[in-house]
Nanobody, 119 residues
């Protein structure tokens, strides 16, 4: 069974950098044609895709967040991480990691982790 688990700080101060890790079990993040994604959902808003790291290490980011986003992976730990710089209160949201398979769409999600940006 595939499981994804987000971890990281629940509270970040404005201007700081958010760092979240998604730990994957039951699947390898290097499996061909799998894409490992980050999403977020702010209060009262729909989900927003942040970006992904592919099975081969390719990176694609949401253009609106591109200048602030960095995604990386550690295949030895079967983890991938999100860094978002220059956090503001508008970045307050529940952050999720998810797997997308080329032929099956998004099939597994983490439970989400609340991130609040506040002084």
């Amino acid at each position: 069974q595939v499981q994804l688990q987000e971890s990281g700080p629940g509270l970040v101060k404005p201007s700081q950098t958010l760092s979240l890790t998604c730990t994957v079990s039951g699947a390898s993040i290097a499996t061909v044609y799998d894409y490992w994604n980050w999403f977020r959902q702010a209060p009262g808003k729909g989900p927003e895709w942040i970006g992904f790291v592919s099975y081969s290490g390719d990176l694609v980011y949401n253009a609106s967040l591109n200048s602030r986003t960095s995604i990386s992976r550690d295949t030895s730990k079967n983890q991938f991480t999100l860094q978002l710089i220059s956090m503001t209160p508008e970045d307050t949201a529940v952050y999720y990691c998810a797997r997308r398979r080329l032929t099956a769409g998004y099939d597994y999600w983490g439970q989400g982790t609340q991130v609040t940006v506040s002084a």
